[in-house]
T-cell receptor
């Protein structure tokens, strides 16, 4: 089992461009979580998704950020019109189910740099 | 408000010394708490959870509701314990983990 796969590992964007980060959960997992880590900060929850459903997006900024987890394919975190403050490491995690929310399996993260 | 506080950014100890990584939380009701660990060049992974009352790699953590703490302890540190440790709390909705800022543990010989 390859574990949670995230790509790209590193992404550089200029202000105003779009960033798309992908996450494939562990085999058999249908629950995906996105977290953001800013420099000198801990992991901040962004969004929790099941296949074709957003369960909790309370941590998502109201504008420019969106996430999806389609029936087929990876989960995608999309950031439109990026700004310098979006520079961070974005981590994806997966779990077997909602009652396993505490037992998360993390990817290696995608590091976004906005110039 | 639900919050996790790890007051120490860095903890340095010698091999064989006892280790205590501090974690305090703020939560209404019965919390569900976890410790996660990230070794150098590895992914963040679950170390232990309070409901299991388990000992993993010699580490234990006891939930103290009176002091709202969930400190991680090990009686004799090993060099391979050097890593970043995060305390985490399940949110009220049970949909996400709230992480502390983490403590870097450095064990030297």
């Amino acid at each position: 089992n390859a574990g949670v796969m995230q790509n790209p590992r590193h992404l550089v964007r200029r202000r105003g461009q779009e960033a798309r980060l992908r996450c494939s959960p562990m085999k058999g997992h249908s629950h995906v979580y996105w977290y953001r880590q800013l420099p000198e900060e801990g992991l901040k929850f962004m969004v929790y998704l099941q296949k074709e459903n957003i369960i909790d997006e309370s941590g998502m900024p109201k504008e420019r950020f969106s996430a999806e987890f389609p029936k087929e394919g990876p989960s995608i975190l999309r950031i439109q019109q990026v700004v310098r403050g979006d520079s961070a490491a974005y981590f994806c995690a997966s779990s077997l189910g909602q009652k396993n929310t505490g037992e998360l399996f993390f990817g290696e993260g995608s590091r976004l740099t906005v110039l | 408000a639900q919050r996790v506080t790890q007051p120490e950014k860095l903890l340095s100890v010698f091999k064989g010394a006892p280790v205590e990584l501090k974690c305090n939380y703020s939560y209404s009701g019965s919390p569900e708490l976890f410790w996660y660990v990230q070794y150098s060049r590895q992914r963040l992974q679950l170390l232990l959870r309070h409901i299991s009352r388990e000992s993993i790699k010699g580490f234990t953590a006891d939930l103290n509701k009176g002091e709202t703490s969930f400190h991680l302890k090990k009686p004799f540190a090993q060099e391979e314990d050097s890593a970043m440790y995060y305390c985490a709390l399940s949110n009220q909705a049970g949909t996400a983990l709230i992480f502390g800022k983490g403590t870097t543990l450095s064990v030297s010989s």
